[in-house]
């Protein structure tokens, strides 16, 4: 069983930056692949990064809205996956999601909502014009 509470969320303007963390529980962090999402009010989940779990090659992908100004990591000895906010824009106002998964992976399964085992209750991001 893993657990994940997310920080970090907030009310922030327009073209500013936020750092969402999420914190993991269990001693098996460094083998969890981890995924952000978000859902905003009417709108289904969209997947945002994902991070593969640590080995000798740790593979990152992001979903097309957000290239070029998220960055997802993770620091294993905090049990933490971060997820750095750059350039915001309004359209970015949703509750943001950390998720966790396990086993064999691929670019599909990695930026699949119904791949992950484990979720997070949210973070509120609020961008503002």
């Known amino acids: 069983q893993v657990q994940l509470v997310e920080s970090g969320g907030g009310l922030v303007q327009a073209g500013g930056s936020l750092r969402l963390s999420c914190a993991a529980s269990g001693r098996t962090f460094s083998s969890n692949h981890m995924g952000w999402f978000r859902q905003a009010p009417g709108k289904e989940r969209e997947f945002l990064a994902s991070?593969?779990?640590?080995?000798?090659?740790?593979?990152?992908y992001y979903g097309d809205s957000v290239k070029g100004r998220f960055t997802i990591s993770r620091d294993n000895a905090k049990n933490t996956v971060y997820l750095q906010m750059n350039s915001l824009k309004r359209e970015d106002t949703a509750v943001y999601y950390c998720a966790a998964a396990q086993g064999a992976f691929t670019r599909a399964t990695m930026t699949t909502t119904n791949w992950y085992d484990y979720w997070g209750q949210g973070t509120q991001v609020t961008v503002s014009s």
């Open positions: 991070i593969s779990r640590s080995g000798s090659n740790t593979y990152t």
